[in-house]
């Protein structure tokens, strides 16, 4: 069936980098856009940011750019989130998504379970 | 770009219509249709039950309905069910250098 998994996340110091992985399956990753969306502890959804889906436009939310860079390897069906410079208000749960078939990234349509990033001296 | 503002809560008994509305501006949710509604249950990633304005995707219940009027979005939920009790955000493109905004949230509680 078609499924995100998430994985990377943990306890990360401030000024510490992570890399989250997401691992497609069920479904023809190339032909998708794909998005990172976090939301922090008790709080809303925030999006952060998106690859088409042959990975040559990128994009990222004005909170996480120059900081955070999103790749995809649609050989191995795998999605990344490399995180660099984290600060205190980057402690979200990481979704991954995917892009509603034929609406590039404006509706996410499959979503992963996240993966906890914990920034934390 | 802030966040699209929605009510901190929205309640309803069993069977009612209720409906939550998602206000922005003239850079997102007045200049396009590009607007979609997830609902969150605690714990769990959200699901997206609307898109491009009033499109449900397969799948998703009849009794949800989305519109839109100038920069305020709306989804009615009719037959209020206890299954129904959870989190829902909106969310717009945006003009603005961070192109996906989402709201602020409303938990839809059932009495």
Redesign the interface.
């Known amino acids: 069936q078609v499924q995100l998994v998430e994985s990377g996340g943990g306890l990360v110091k401030p000024g510490g980098s992570l890399r989250l992985s997401c691992a497609a399956s069920g479904f023809n990753f190339s032909d998708y856009y794909m ?1 990172w ?1 976090r939301q922090a502890p008790g709080k ?4 952060v940011s ?1 690859s088409s889906s042959s990975g040559r436009t990128i ?1 990222y ?3 996480v750019k120059g900081r955070f860079t999103i790749s995809r390897d649609n050989a191995k069906n795998s999605l990344y989130l490399q995180m660099n410079s984290l600060r205190d208000e980057d402690m979200a749960v990481y ?1 991954c998504a995917r892009g ?1 078939e034929g ?1 590039d ?5 499959v ?4 993966t906890t990033v914990t920034v934390s001296s | ?1 802030s ?1 699209l503002t929605q009510p901190a809560s929205v309640s309803g008994s069993p069977g009612q219509s209720i409906t939550i509305s998602c206000t922005g501006t003239s850079s997102d949710v007045g200049a396009n249709n ?1 607007v ?1 509604w ?1 609902q ?1 249950h605690p714990g ?5 039950v609307i ?2 304005v009033s499109n449900r ?1 397969s799948g998703v219940s009849y009794r949800f309905s989305g519109s839109k009027s100038g920069h305020t979005a709306s989804l009615t939920i009719s037959g209020l069910q206890a299954e129904d009790e959870a989190d829902f ?1 909106c ?1 717009s ?1 945006t003009s603005s ?9 409303t938990k839809v509680t059932v009495l």
């Open positions: 998005s969306i809303g959804l925030e999006w998106y994009h939310a004005d909170s979704y509603l609406w990234y404006y509706y996410m349509d979503w992963g379970k996240g | 770009q966040a590009y979609s997830y969150q769990k990633a959200p699901k997206l898109y491009d995707p955000y969310s493109y250098s961070t192109p996906l905004v989402f709201g602020t949230g």
